[in-house]
């Protein structure tokens, strides 16, 4: 046989045999069916027949992220020993304040309760610490109170003190919702700041 018809012919071969390779990876329309990745599982007993998972409409919305805190978790800061536990978030009755000092009408006042501890060597400066507070729901304004009770977070602490401090705002709930996001920052001595450290977060709801 003629050697160009016989290498002609093994080629021939070769590509009919990889076309029957890829019609066995594909479904009956022809469409590839790509491989899970990683991310994806196929669909179990609580999946929906379209492999969806099943949600309810009416759940909450997740206002937690991975790694933020929850009400009554500490964090500290490792160079200077200062630790910082949100407590609580207390709503507060407008009726009980100075009629001066009351938000405007729709916003409600609470307070974030938090406890200080320096677990350190040295004393640490309150006033390098401070609190940034918003809604967690869906974003939202708050508004500082510093209504009659707080208790400033300012002064030194000396090692192995331990304080209660509180501070209060305002927000909007029928349009924010109830959940407060709490960031602290702490920025110390100036040889103890770490700037590739992200700030701590509690998420808790106003009760």
Known sequence: MNARF???GIAAAAVAGLALTGCSSSDDNGNARPPLSQNETPAGDDAS???DDVQDDDADPQTQASGDLAPGESYTWESSGLSVTIDRIEELDPSTLEEWDRPKEGRTPFRVHLTVANTGQQPVDLGSLSLNVEGATNG??????????DVEITGRLAPGVTAEKSQSWSLDTEAYGRDILVTASYWGDEEDIDLWT?????VGTME
């Open 49 to 51: 027949p379209d492999g």
């Open 6 to 8: 016989h290498r002609a």
């Open 198 to 202: 992200e700030d701590p977060q509690w």
């Open 140 to 149: 939202g304004e708050v508004f500082v109170g510093m209504y009659s009770g």
